[in-house]
């Protein structure tokens, strides 16, 4: 809380708490022997919180104890087996248990109320985004652009820059039938066979016909849950059942006189979806439509320049002109407003120029003003000749009468109007409903088809109301909503399979995924920069490893040989599993905004799994190379490990792979889970787990968690740190009380605290194994990136499932 409150950044927030954890290792006692820490470091024990605690579990289990030692050994010799010695040798005081219990309540409190304060004193920093003047995408390795290949936004705003080709023919989509329906699977009957996996049912959409006409603005409204979206996200190609859901439809779409697929649809239409949070905070608005455009007319044949100069084009037609070089922001950095979001989000699925526009609600969120220029963008497509649809839940009434048509669904997915907004006023004043004056029909109307819950009566009154109006429109559809192609459309369908034939008949240009080597390129250059504008991230990639190997040379630095330094060693070499914390912080600071905004052009089929996976482990690795070197600099030189090649590279190895398969490990959750809160609980229970196990703390472990442990990269990075630092030319001295009877010390040399603890193991193996364990976990999170994206086709509605007989049941 304390770490939120000083910044809500979450990679400096991280960093705040990592270095905090780091220290207060530290300065408890347990790693590092609090009566060895330098003088100028031992005052932090003071202030740190866990070495109270660990003061008080050490007196508590040492206070009047005595080991198993042989009287005749000799009462030198007997002394380190008493709890005495240990506790004093570990810089703790016997019966101390009322005073540290009290100080650790203390900074408990203390620090809600510091939290509490700093939240209070200290709001959000909401900083405003320097605009970028020379906001130019790099292309080396594309065709050279020159000076004549720019285009002046003095010329741009009366050139027809747009090359569209051959226009084709308008597209009128027509819906016939549409059904859509939900199997939830439950997680109680993962295990059985068939439909009895499937515990919950659900009819979404039910026989929608609808007719939606090019050079008009078509809207679908209806209350909640009337499946707006569903029906968009159906006719849009959208989607597709997962291992938990499974979804099944049935009905057809047409284009004009054709019947088409969901391939031919997602290949010529493009989607808005509702969220524009997706968008990349650090880039300008013109980067962000370059870069979508690098990649999505990347198959086109234009030159640098063309691709310029057609976002130029819709920078200008979306009245994105005076913020081109302005960040998008986020919820810390103002960059442009919720509205110019919006505009550049269509400009995106503008780029494509394509001939059927879907939109989710564009107009939630925003104020009226900002709506209605959102709306005036939308009407200035349909007069090209597009076929824009999009859903919206209550539009204003000057909004209203904009729509060149609506579809009105009820509760259930049932279709109770399609037509003109003037038609659905004669239509409901036919009825029995009309519309009061100085009243918004759209507000009307939807009162008029929703459910009123307040009471049973109502309810009842309301459903019988609801029932009426959707028969009603069953019975006179045909003559209210005219199919203009049924006639021409005849006995003998027309289905276009084919996505060539398709552009060839409406003359729109086609999506296709980028070229790998495009793919990887573009993202190279688009992540590089996001990473390098937004200094969170880069102080964080760059400092949490540098910051951990500072705070241990301040605490260890430097090591001596007497019998106290092995403890000291021990911990060193323990401290290098907590590197695994770091790498799925690191994760979890810059790979959340890239995640999302790759989805998004996932689905959008603009590049694939590969280019991005590739691309984000090119920017990660120079990081985690440089910081795992300046780490193990700070291990040998100042600690005071051995000097030598052995050692130092050893080191690195150690913390590279520990680092990298925490980055691994934090991309696996945060692919599986959503939600970065709860990923971080679940990677932090799994990091602690697996740094408890690396060897040094839980050494006596069952056959189960041996096994387990051979997967953990802490459990490899500690051993062969071990076996390069505790070797046979270490030697330690020892006083009277740590030597055996003969003379010699308990722990003479570095092997012999090996074969204690047993340490000892084949390096050779150790690389090998911990090499491929690396290896697999970065595999495993591509696999499940790739998992996460499966598209499972989406089954039929009445034969495969047979929902459509519980469609009654269900409404």
Same mark, same amino acid.
């Given at each position: 809380m304390l770490a939120a409150s000083l910044s809500r950044d979450v990679s400096i927030a991280s960093l705040i708490c990592n270095l905090n954890f780091t220290f207060q290792s530290m300065a408890n006692g347990y790693f590092v022997n609090a009566v060895q820490m330098p003088v100028y470091v031992r005052w932090c024990k003071y202030v740190a919180y866990l070495w109270y605690s660990f003061g008080f579990l050490i007196s508590n289990q040492f206070t009047d104890f005595m080991g198993d030692c042989d009287p005749n050994t000799g009462v030198d010799q007997c002394a380190a087996y008493s709890g005495t010695y240990i506790i004093e040798s570990l810089g703790f005081w016997r019966n101390w248990v009322a005073l540290p219990l009290c100080v650790v309540l203390a900074f408990a409190i203390g620090t809600y109320i510091v939290a509490g304060v700093v939240l209070k004193l200290k709001p959000v920093d909401m900083t405003l985004a320097k605009e970028v003047k020379t906001a130019k995408v790099n292309s080396a390795d594309e065709d050279e652009h020159n000076e004549e290949g720019h285009v002046e936004l003095a010329e741009a705003d009366n050139a027809n820059i747009i090359d569209r080709g051959n226009d084709g023919k308008p597209v009128d989509l027509i819906l016939k039938d549409l059904c859509l329906g939900v199997d939830i699977k439950s997680p109680l009957n993962f295990f059985k066979k068939g439909e009895k996996q499937y515990s919950f049912h659900k009819v979404i959409l039910n026989e929608v016909n609808a007719v939606f006409s090019s050079g008009k603005l078509n809207a679908i409204m209806g209350p909640s849950g009337s499946g707006k979206s569903s029906l968009l996200n159906l006719i849009s190609g959208r989607v597709s059942s997962s291992l938990m859901t499974r979804y099944s439809s049935s009905g057809k779409v047409y284009f004009n006189e054709y019947a088409v697929t969901d391939k031919v649809i997602t290949s010529i239409c493009s989607y808005v979806s509702q969220d524009d949070d997706n968008l990349l905070s650090s880039i300008t608005v013109k980067e962000t439509l370059m870069f979508a455009a690098r990649l999505r007319l990347s198959r086109s044949g234009l030159s640098y320049s063309q691709i310029e100069n057609r976002v130029m084009s819709i920078i200008l037609k979306l009245g994105l002109r005076d913020c081109q070089n302005t960040l998008i922001g986020s919820e810390l950095v103002k960059g442009v407003s919720g509205g110019e979001k919006r505009r550049v989000s269509i400009g995106i699925q503008l780029l494509n120029d394509p001939k059927v526009l879907f939109l989710d609600e564009p107009t939630s969120g925003l104020d009226s003003f900002t709506a209605s220029s959102i709306l005036e963008i939308l009407e200035n497509l349909t007069k090209e000749g597009k076929t824009v649809i999009m859903t919206i839940h209550q539009p204003r009434f000057d909004l209203f009468n904009r729509f060149g048509s609506v579809l009105l669904l009820a509760k259930g997915g049932q279709v109770g109007f399609n037509g003109s907004p003037n038609e659905l006023v004669e239509y409901f004043d036919k009825l029995g409903y009309p519309v009061a004056k100085f009243t918004n029909a759209a507000d009307h109307? !939807?009162?008029?088809?929703?459910? $009123?819950? /307040? *009471?049973?009566? %109502?309810?009842?009154?309301?459903?019988?109301r609801v029932k009426f109006l959707l028969d009603n429109w069953k019975e006179n559809e045909g003559s209210v909503n005219k199919d203009p192609f049924q006639e021409s459309r005849g006995a003998d369908e027309k289905c276009l399979n084919s996505i060539k034939e398709s552009v060839g008949i409406f003359g729109s240009s086609y999506k296709t995924r980028a070229s790998f080597y495009v793919g990887l390129r573009v993202l190279l250059q688009r992540q590089t920069l996001c990473l390098f504008r937004d200094l969170n991230i880069l102080i964080a990639r760059c400092t949490q490893v540098i910051g951990m190997g500072i705070i241990l040379s301040l605490f260890y630095a430097r090591l001596k040989h007497n019998y106290d330094s092995i403890q000291d060693r021990l911990g060193l070499v /323990?401290?290098?599993?907590?590197?695994?914390?770091?790498?799925? !912080? $690191? *994760? !979890?600071?810059?790979? !959340?905004?890239?995640?999302?905004y790759f989805y998004e052009e996932y689905f959008d089929e603009v590049v694939d799994i590969p280019s991005f996976f590739i691309a984000y482990l090119i920017i990660e690795l120079p990081f985690e190379i440089c910081s795992c070197l300046i780490y193990s600099i700070f291990l040998v030189f100042v600690i005071g490990l051995p000097m030598t090649a052995k050692v130092f590279f050893s080191i690195f190895y150690s913390a590279f792979i520990i680092v990298n398969a925490g980055e691994s490990l934090g991309m696996s959750f945060n692919i599986m889970v959503k939600h970065a809160g709860f990923a971080v609980n679940i990677i932090s229970l799994f990091a602690s787990v697996a740094t408890s196990m690396a060897g040094l703390i839980a050494m006596d472990l069952d056959g189960f968690l041996k096994a387990i442990n051979w997967i953990s990269p802490s459990h490899y990075g500690v051993y062969i740190t071990a076996n390069v630092v505790f070797t046979s030319d270490l030697h330690f001295t020892c006083g009277p009380s740590t030597q055996l009877a003969n003379g010699d010390c308990i722990f003479a040399t570095g092997q012999d605290v090996r074969d204690l603890y047993k340490l000892n193991a084949d390096l050779s193996k150790l690389f090998g194994l911990s090499a491929l364990i690396?290896? %697999?976990?970065?595999v495993i999170s591509y696999l499940l990136l790739k998992f996460k994206l499966l598209r499972i086709s989406v089954g039929d509605f009445k034969d495969k499932i047979g929902l459509a007989n519980k469609s009654n049941k269900l409404n």
């Amino acid at each position: 809380m304390l770490a939120a409150s000083l910044s809500r950044d979450v990679s400096i927030a991280s960093l705040i708490c990592n270095l905090n954890f780091t220290f207060q290792s530290m300065a408890n006692g347990y790693f590092v022997n609090a009566v060895q820490m330098p003088v100028y470091v031992r005052w932090c024990k003071y202030v740190a919180y866990l070495w109270y605690s660990f003061g008080f579990l050490i007196s508590n289990q040492f206070t009047d104890f005595m080991g198993d030692c042989d009287p005749n050994t000799g009462v030198d010799q007997c002394a380190a087996y008493s709890g005495t010695y240990i506790i004093e040798s570990l810089g703790f005081w016997r019966n101390w248990v009322a005073l540290p219990l009290c100080v650790v309540l203390a900074f408990a409190i203390g620090t809600y109320i510091v939290a509490g304060v700093v939240l209070k004193l200290k709001p959000v920093d909401m900083t405003l985004a320097k605009e970028v003047k020379t906001a130019k995408v790099n292309s080396a390795d594309e065709d050279e652009h020159n000076e004549e290949g720019h285009v002046e936004l003095a010329e741009a705003d009366n050139a027809n820059i747009i090359d569209r080709g051959n226009d084709g023919k308008p597209v009128d989509l027509i819906l016939k039938d549409l059904c859509l329906g939900v199997d939830i699977k439950s997680p109680l009957n993962f295990f059985k066979k068939g439909e009895k996996q499937y515990s919950f049912h659900k009819v979404i959409l039910n026989e929608v016909n609808a007719v939606f006409s090019s050079g008009k603005l078509n809207a679908i409204m209806g209350p909640s849950g009337s499946g707006k979206s569903s029906l968009l996200n159906l006719i849009s190609g959208r989607v597709s059942s997962s291992l938990m859901t499974r979804y099944s439809s049935s009905g057809k779409v047409y284009f004009n006189e054709y019947a088409v697929t969901d391939k031919v649809i997602t290949s010529i239409c493009s989607y808005v979806s509702q969220d524009d949070d997706n968008l990349l905070s650090s880039i300008t608005v013109k980067e962000t439509l370059m870069f979508a455009a690098r990649l999505r007319l990347s198959r086109s044949g234009l030159s640098y320049s063309q691709i310029e100069n057609r976002v130029m084009s819709i920078i200008l037609k979306l009245g994105l002109r005076d913020c081109q070089n302005t960040l998008i922001g986020s919820e810390l950095v103002k960059g442009v407003s919720g509205g110019e979001k919006r505009r550049v989000s269509i400009g995106i699925q503008l780029l494509n120029d394509p001939k059927v526009l879907f939109l989710d609600e564009p107009t939630s969120g925003l104020d009226s003003f900002t709506a209605s220029s959102i709306l005036e963008i939308l009407e200035n497509l349909t007069k090209e000749g597009k076929t824009v649809i999009m859903t919206i839940h209550q539009p204003r009434f000057d909004l209203f009468n904009r729509f060149g048509s609506v579809l009105l669904l009820a509760k259930g997915g049932q279709v109770g109007f399609n037509g003109s907004p003037n038609e659905l006023v004669e239509y409901f004043d036919k009825l029995g409903y009309p519309v009061a004056k100085f009243t918004n029909a759209a507000d009307h109307v !939807l009162d008029i088809i929703s459910y $009123n819950m /307040q *009471n049973e009566y %109502i309810e009842q009154q309301t459903r019988k109301r609801v029932k009426f109006l959707l028969d009603n429109w069953k019975e006179n559809e045909g003559s209210v909503n005219k199919d203009p192609f049924q006639e021409s459309r005849g006995a003998d369908e027309k289905c276009l399979n084919s996505i060539k034939e398709s552009v060839g008949i409406f003359g729109s240009s086609y999506k296709t995924r980028a070229s790998f080597y495009v793919g990887l390129r573009v993202l190279l250059q688009r992540q590089t920069l996001c990473l390098f504008r937004d200094l969170n991230i880069l102080i964080a990639r760059c400092t949490q490893v540098i910051g951990m190997g500072i705070i241990l040379s301040l605490f260890y630095a430097r090591l001596k040989h007497n019998y106290d330094s092995i403890q000291d060693r021990l911990g060193l070499v /323990q401290q290098i599993a907590s590197l695994y914390f770091v790498g799925f !912080l $690191n *994760n !979890l600071s810059s790979f !959340l905004p890239e995640r999302d905004y790759f989805y998004e052009e996932y689905f959008d089929e603009v590049v694939d799994i590969p280019s991005f996976f590739i691309a984000y482990l090119i920017i990660e690795l120079p990081f985690e190379i440089c910081s795992c070197l300046i780490y193990s600099i700070f291990l040998v030189f100042v600690i005071g490990l051995p000097m030598t090649a052995k050692v130092f590279f050893s080191i690195f190895y150690s913390a590279f792979i520990i680092v990298n398969a925490g980055e691994s490990l934090g991309m696996s959750f945060n692919i599986m889970v959503k939600h970065a809160g709860f990923a971080v609980n679940i990677i932090s229970l799994f990091a602690s787990v697996a740094t408890s196990m690396a060897g040094l703390i839980a050494m006596d472990l069952d056959g189960f968690l041996k096994a387990i442990n051979w997967i953990s990269p802490s459990h490899y990075g500690v051993y062969i740190t071990a076996n390069v630092v505790f070797t046979s030319d270490l030697h330690f001295t020892c006083g009277p009380s740590t030597q055996l009877a003969n003379g010699d010390c308990i722990f003479a040399t570095g092997q012999d605290v090996r074969d204690l603890y047993k340490l000892n193991a084949d390096l050779s193996k150790l690389f090998g194994l911990s090499a491929l364990i690396v290896v %697999i976990d970065r595999v495993i999170s591509y696999l499940l990136l790739k998992f996460k994206l499966l598209r499972i086709s989406v089954g039929d509605f009445k034969d495969k499932i047979g929902l459509a007989n519980k469609s009654n049941k269900l409404n």
